[in-house]
């Protein structure tokens, strides 16, 4: 099967995933964008209420900062050849006592590798939290989820570490000000020079 026919087949496998449907509450709804051409990765956790229920990945609060942040419109934030969003966990996984769960491990374990080497043209990966963190950083990560962003210069220019852009992280945003100060501008601009 060619490469583009196979990949093609891969998307609407996942698109179809039921593999968890027992565990999620609203059931499931694979949420991701892709596209091989790429050139920028979001690895980020898993779709919250709202991106369920519409179906496009970011389409919330924490997707208008994360656009703010890379300094792009919603036209090339949503163009798969330019930006793939493929999350830990494809589907809304429910609310614990501190916001959403966890990303269901089966998702990572069934799909994430096949997706990862379909995705050849990736110039920066955006890792988003401590669970796409946890898979893409693995032990070059640092003890805190701070501190791994704090060290964000260890992996770049091909990873950036972040916090998630969620509303929830404001008063992390407001604590650690060398964020906006530091690592912004280094991302708008290296965001600037994939896509160009």
């Given amino acids: 099967m060619p490469a583009k026919a196979a990949t093609t087949q891969l ?10 449907a ?8 694979p949420v991701l964008q892709f596209d091989p051409r790429a050139r920028i990765l979001i ?13 496009i990945a970011f389409q919330d609060a924490s997707g208008d900062r994360l656009r703010d942040w890379m300094g792009i ?59 796409a963190q946890d898979w893409h950083l693995g032990s070059l990560q640092k003890t805190t ?13 091909k990873q950036l570490p972040l916090p998630h852009p969620s509303p929830r992280n ?9 964020f906006e100060d530091d690592v912004l501008p280094q991302m708008r601009r290296r965001v600037r020079d994939c896509l160009r």
């Avoid at 998307?11 to 968890?20: D, F, G, I, P, S």
């Avoid at 999620?24 to 709804?29: A, D, E, I, M, W």
């Avoid at 404001?170 to 060398?178: A, E, G």
Wanted: overall charge positive; some cysteine.
């Fill in 73 to 131: 419109d919603a036209e090339t934030f949503y163009d798969p050849r330019y930006i793939a969003i493929v999350p830990m966990g494809f589907c809304y996984p429910g609310t614990g006592k501190s916001g959403d769960l966890p990303p269901r491990p089966e998702c990572a374990a069934t799909w994430r590798t096949k997706l990862m080497a379909a995705l050849v043209n990736v110039k920066l990966t955006l890792v988003i939290g401590q669970y």
């Fill in 22 to 29: 027992m565990h999620l509450p609203l059931g499931p709804r």
């Fill in 170 to 178: 404001n008063i992390w945003l407001k604590r650690n000000s060398w």
């Fill in 11 to 20: 998307v609407k496998e996942v698109r179809a995933c039921t593999l968890c």
């Fill in 145 to 157: 989820l701070t501190e791994t962003v704090r060290a964000w210069r260890d992996y770049w220019p």
């Fill in 43 to 55: 690895a980020g956790q898993a779709p919250g209420s709202k991106v369920h229920a519409s179906g």
